[in-house]
């Protein structure tokens, strides 16, 4: 029973890349179409190698398997592949991140990468009336000024790109190392978001909202950690991008059991469930509800709570917000 409303609540996606959503057949079709050699004779032998024990294990195998990706039509097909999925899941709206630096540093052309994300996410609102919008995340493993350069490159779709975000090797390379290139990127009308407090400490999560002014937290679990972070969090109404088969896979959790999603809810966090990068950490959108509703007992009322956190911290018009959060009470008023 909980199965079925986990799919029919209606719900966003706010935390996913869409590199992450590279499924290993798909890495193996785009392989023979482009005659990329890759090192692994089968997708079992692909499944067999998604064992990580930190993000950095796990990014360096998802930068390996991004190879694949070098035309417009494969990114078009890459983010369909995703929509389509995030549709039986009962996504009506995504925001998807896409690193372009992972693909301008192997010479593919900033505009094949960006035009095949905008014809998918067009025939995404055909197929299934889902909208979606487009975060370009700069890698903060590179220099501020790379993430400049990038920032310059997406100048002629600034209009279609909503926000930028900040992604890869957390520790080591904090938040106000980016400072600057988040102040342009506000000043030319764009959101902001990072991931902080995956696997850095509560002052990268401190650093991002002091020093780059984000509208949402991306990850966020180790906020719960300093209880001076959390009551501000709270207060602020911040959004948190929770990713819990994310967090078990790369062991910011031991089991998902040990999972906080439900002590944030309790300690007034927005917090909200996503998949990050679904094909690597074996689940979807429905999946992640699915595992803490399971391991935590979350009932339908925290569910629904999840899910209506999931369009208030959205970058839709509040409109838009207000008529999906209401088909989620009507849903529960059906539900009673
Ligand atoms: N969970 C994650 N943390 C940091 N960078 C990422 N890039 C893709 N997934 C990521
Ligand atoms: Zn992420």
């Given at each position: 029973m909980t199965q079925d409303f986990i799919a029919a609540l209606p719900k966003a996606e706010l935390h996913l890349h869409i590199e992450g959503s590279l499924e290993p057949e798909l890495m193996f079709a785009l392989a023979a179409r482009n005659g990329v050699a890759i090192p692994y004779a089968s997708v079992e032998e692909v499944r067999a190698a998604y064992a990580f024990s930190n993000l950095q294990d796990f990014l360096d195998i998802y930068y390996a398997g991004a190879d694949v990706l070098r035309t417009r039509a494969d990114f078009h097909d890459l983010a369909v592949a995703y929509f389509d999925r995030a549709a039986a899941d009962g996504v009506v709206h995504a925001e998807i991140m896409f690193d372009p630096q992972t693909h301008t540093a192997r010479g593919i052309p900033f505009a094949e990468v960006i035009e095949g994300l905008l014809s998918?996410?067009?025939?995404?609102?055909?197929?299934?009336?889902?909208?979606?919008?487009?975060?370009?995340?700069?890698?903060?493993?590179?220099?501020e000024e790379e993430a400049f350069a990038t920032l310059e490159e997406a100048t002629p779709w600034l209009e279609r790109i909503t926000a930028v975000g900040l992604d890869s090797s957390e520790v080591g390379h904090p938040p106000e190392k980016f400072a600057?290139?988040?102040?342009?990127?506000?000043?030319?009308?764009?959101?902001?978001?990072?991931?902080?407090?995956?696997?850095?400490?509560?002052?990268?999560?401190?650093?991002?909202?002091?020093?780059?002014?984000?509208?949402?937290?991306?990850?966020?679990?180790?906020?719960?950690?300093?209880?001076?972070?959390?009551?501000?969090?709270?207060?602020?109404?911040?959004?948190?991008?929770?990713?819990?088969?994310?967090?078990?896979?790369?062991?910011?959790?031991?089991?998902?059991?040990?999972?906080?999603?439900?002590?944030?809810?309790?300690?007034?966090?927005?917090?909200?469930?996503?998949?990050d990068d679904p094909a690597y950490f074996g689940g979807y959108v429905a999946d992640?509800?699915?595992?803490?509703?399971?391991?935590?007992?979350?009932?339908?009322?925290?569910?629904?709570?999840?899910?209506?956190?999931?369009?208030?911290?959205?970058?839709?018009?509040?409109?838009?917000?207000?008529a999906h959060v209401a088909r989620v009470d009507a849903m529960m008023a059906a539900a009673a």
């Open positions: 998918a996410m067009a025939e995404a609102e055909a197929r299934h009336g889902m909208t979606s919008a487009l975060i370009m995340s700069f890698l903060r493993h590179l220099s600057r290139v988040f102040a342009a990127a506000r000043g030319r009308g764009l959101k902001l978001v990072a991931h902080a407090g995956e696997e850095g400490p509560p002052e990268y999560v401190r650093q991002a909202l002091d020093v780059l002014a984000v509208d949402r937290i991306d990850h966020g679990n180790r906020s719960l950690e300093d209880a001076a972070l959390v009551e501000r969090l709270a207060r602020e109404g911040m959004t948190l991008t929770v990713c819990p088969l994310s967090n078990l896979k790369l062991c910011v959790v031991d089991r998902i059991e040990d999972h906080p999603i439900d002590a944030m809810l309790a300690q007034g966090l927005r917090a909200t469930i996503n998949s992640n509800y699915r595992a803490v509703a399971a391991a935590r007992g979350l009932d339908r009322h925290a569910l629904a709570t999840l899910a209506r956190n999931s369009f208030t911290g959205s970058f839709l018009p509040p409109d838009a917000i207000a």
